[in-house]
């Protein structure tokens, strides 16, 4: 491919000019690298080019994240290389300069290709050229070897079509140039000068100015498109004349996620992305955006991250639900229980697998790190099944392709050591490179609904885990994946930004890291903010006098289900390419679990208070029929949980749910990390964590206080999986150190 377009006009001039640039832009460098960089989870010796690298400071950053990796930042623009040659050095890293959108590593293919806010550079000065777009796509596909990942990075159209409201302070001109102009009247410039370069349609979009909802607010109507323009740029003034030949926004999330899948790669992930310092510096208090009804619309995102994989030629790029199955469902069990203590006689649905599920952690230390053998690209397809309802309401999209634990059903009543074999030989692992096996976490993934316990084993080899394809009769598709070895850091990295959607690893990786004494890395997510100290001593709960309490069985068999879940049995497909066509490699049916009037979304949420200086906890007590089943106590401490209703249809207004549910205001939610796949075969639920600062009089609430410290330590005797995911995602992001149970 020959690229003949003209990037000369984003020339910033001499080095000062570039200083300033750089470091408004860097700004945010850290989060934003943080973030992106946990979508890599190569091994050591692998090679990353990071296309577009301009300052070259997140290049630095990816590099930092990545010791062992070989990190190679391209940059078209030959004095922001020299500027980042002379400014980052590391043995690992290495600047050239070099057209993104070219194939420059065709002959010598790479483990990882970065797009970081390039492509939409590509777009621009190619004359606003989706096709230009898709043929960089291609480019880097032919620099990617054999199952090596992109990730791309950049701004994303907002999905819904159609006219929106925007509000801006009314605020007053110092005089004509960009950084004298408030921001309505620098709108107002914005849509008459908009996407300059493009001769054939004219510069500009519509916009009208209407009577403002407010006294001290202007009010405009334009389309959501340019409305997300506006507020993305709204802040880079010392170089508007050059950020204004750009247009951010050329993709909606489901058309990226069909260009990449069209370009031959396996999608993995894709998700709009809120950049937390953004939103809370450029966006809160500066403007309202709404529909023309004057409903509140959400922040647009910051940035879009997709995560794709090349396969072998022919291989499984996508997975679809294709049909319901003719069948009924025979494999899942769905039973239901009535609460004979209440007095409504509540009946409970509860879905369950033939047999008990074991999972194993093959671990060992190389060299101080931590590594762990797991699943990787094993096809779960209903995480993909096709939405009933609002389906993900952070706008994600899956492949289907996850990374999870070595897994199985055993026996019931199995010992340790018949359970490890039989997962063992599953998995193709000698047993003769074990050293020992220890017993890990055991609990319920989803209690609520789910009459399932996990019992994890943590297995020390003696040696490496050799990465070896699994048969695919494990899946009945194309492909079950492979087992392959992972940094354990770098899994909870992955976890927390959404690569490792399936919580499984992620809770027993906190647990094996305490057992050996090793810290985890710093905690990538939005920071949480300490709540203040409550006005008066409180009166917290006695964890020990919680776990004593008297057994209850207050369950009995019901002849009827509630009909709060049914059982669904579909066709799926693995899909893959011949000569650049769609087709089928596999089909399979399987069952699943969904709720009939509620979305596949539930909230968790932690209520914080600080006593003393001391953080605490608010946990519930409920009695559920699972924990009965199991073990003879319907009596269970949990994570106080909503599963979210249809109109609860984004992160935004999930939030503002959250916070209703305390009486708080929006902003004293805050996400604690990555949404996850409580069981991701059984059912496509996901689950969205917060953490809520509570200022009130926590004895107003349903739930006793214990203190963060107390409930880390005593993780073994918590068997909500919500909970354990929330405590131990919490105590990571505060900083809290190494304890043993």
């Known amino acids: 491919m020959t690229n003949t377009a003209d990037y000369t006009a984003q020339h910033r001039g001499g080095a000062a000019a570039y200083d300033a640039y750089f470091a408004g832009m860097d700004t945010t460098m850290w989060q934003k690298l943080a973030f992106v960089g946990a979508h890599f989870l190569l091994d050591p010796g692998s090679r990353i080019a990071d296309m577009g690298c301009g300052s070259g400071s997140g290049t630095y950053q990816l590099a930092l994240l990545h010791p062992q990796i070989r990190v190679i930042g391209v940059d078209i623009n030959p004095e922001a290389v020299r500027i980042a040659t002379e400014k980052y050095r590391l043995p690992n890293l290495e600047f050239r300069i070099g057209d993104a959108a070219e194939p420059l590593f065709a002959a010598d293919p790479l483990d990882g290709i970065l797009s970081s806010s390039t492509l939409h550079h590509v777009y621009t000065f190619n004359g606003y050229s989706r096709d230009a777009v898709r043929r960089a796509l291609r480019s880097h596909l032919q620099c990617l070897r054999e199952g090596g990942v992109f990730v791309l990075r950049d701004f994303v159209s907002p999905a819904r079509e159609g006219y929106v409201l925007l509000d801006l302070p009314r605020g007053e001109s110092r005089g004509d140039a960009p950084a004298e102009l408030c921001d309505a009247d620098l709108l107002l410039r914005f849509a008459r000068t908009a996407r300059p370069l493009d001769t054939a349609a004219g510069p500009g979009f519509f916009i009208e100015e209407i009577d403002p909802a407010e006294p001290d607010t202007r009010r405009f109507r334009l389309s959501h498109k340019w409305a997300a323009e506006f507020v993305l740029r709204k802040d880079y003034r010392r170089d508007w004349d050059v950020e204004l030949l750009e247009e951010y926004t050329y993709f909606t999330a489901e058309e990226f996620a069909e260009e990449l899948a069209r370009a031959g790669e396996r999608l993995l992930s894709a998700e709009p992305y809120w950049n937390p310092w953004i939103v809370a510096n450029r966006f809160c208090g500066r403007f309202r955006l709404s529909d023309e009804q004057g409903r509140p619309l959400s922040w647009p995102a910051t940035n879009f991250v997709a995560m794709t994989q090349r396969v072998r030629d022919g291989g499984g790029i996508r997975l679809i639900e294709r049909r319901t199955a003719d069948k009924p469902p025979s494999f899942l069990l769905l039973a239901a229980m009535r609460d004979t203590s209440a007095p409504e006689n509540s009946v409970f649905d509860l879905v369950r697998r033939p047999g008990p599920v074991c999972d194993l952690l093959p671990w060992r230390v190389a060299e101080g790190r931590l590594l762990l053998a797991a699943r990787h690209g094993y096809p779960r397809p ?130 094996l890291m305490d057992r050996l004494g090793i810290r985890p890395d710093p905690f990538i997510g939005e920071p949480i903010e300490f709540p203040a100290d409550l006005a008066r001593p409180f009166a917290r709960a006695d964890l020990d006098a919680l776990l004593a309490r008297s057994t209850v069985k207050p369950f009995a068999p019901a002849d009827t289900p509630s009909g709060y879940l049914r059982l669904v049995r579909s066709v799926f497909a693995e899909q893959g390419e011949q000569n650049g066509s769609p087709c089928t490699l596999a089909e399979h049916e399987l069952e699943f679990a969904l709720p009939r009037h509620t979305s596949i979304n539930t909230a968790l949420a932690l209520p914080l208070v600080s006593d003393r200086g001391e953080l605490l906890v608010g946990i519930e007590t409920r009695l559920l029929p699972a924990p009965q089943r199991a073990e003879g106590n319907a009596r269970l401490l949990t994570a106080p949980a909503w599963r979210l209703d249809r109109t609860v249809d984004s992160l935004d207004t999930a939030r503002a749910f959250v916070a209703g549910q305390f009486g708080m205001a929006k902003e004293a939610v805050t996400p604690l990390g990555a949404p996850y796949f409580p069981s991701a075969g059984i059912t496509p639920e996901r689950v969205h ?53």
């Open 382 to 511: 209903i995480t993909c099944a096709i939405p009933r309802g609002p389906s993900m309401i952070d706008g994600a999209r899956w492949g289907g392709y996850l990374i999870e634990p070595i897994t199985g059903m055993v026996p019931h009543d199995s010992p340790v050591e018949t359970m490890a074999e039989i997962v063992l030989e599953r998995a193709g692992i000698a047993r003769e490179g074990i050293v020992r096996i220890d017993p890990g976490l055991s609990y319920y993934p989803s209690p609520g609904g789910i009459d399932e316990i996990v019992n994890a084993l943590f297995v020390e080899v003696a040696g490496p885990v050799s990465a070896h394809p699994l048969s695919a009769t494990l899946s009945g598709l194309d492909t079950a994946g492979e087992i392959r070895e992972f940094d354990a850091q770098h899994l909870l990295r992955a976890a927390h930004v959404g690569v490792l959607p399936e919580a499984r690893i992620e809770i027993n990786l906190y647990a």
């Open 689 to 741: 964590p917060f953490a809520v600062r509570f200022t009130g009089d926590p004895a107003t609430l349903p739930y006793d206080f214990v203190p963060l410290s107390v409930l880390r330590a005593r993780r073994r005797h918590l068997r909500d999986g919500h909970l354990l995911v929330g405590l131990l995602r919490l105590a990571h992001a505060l900083g809290l150190t190494v304890t043993s149970d």
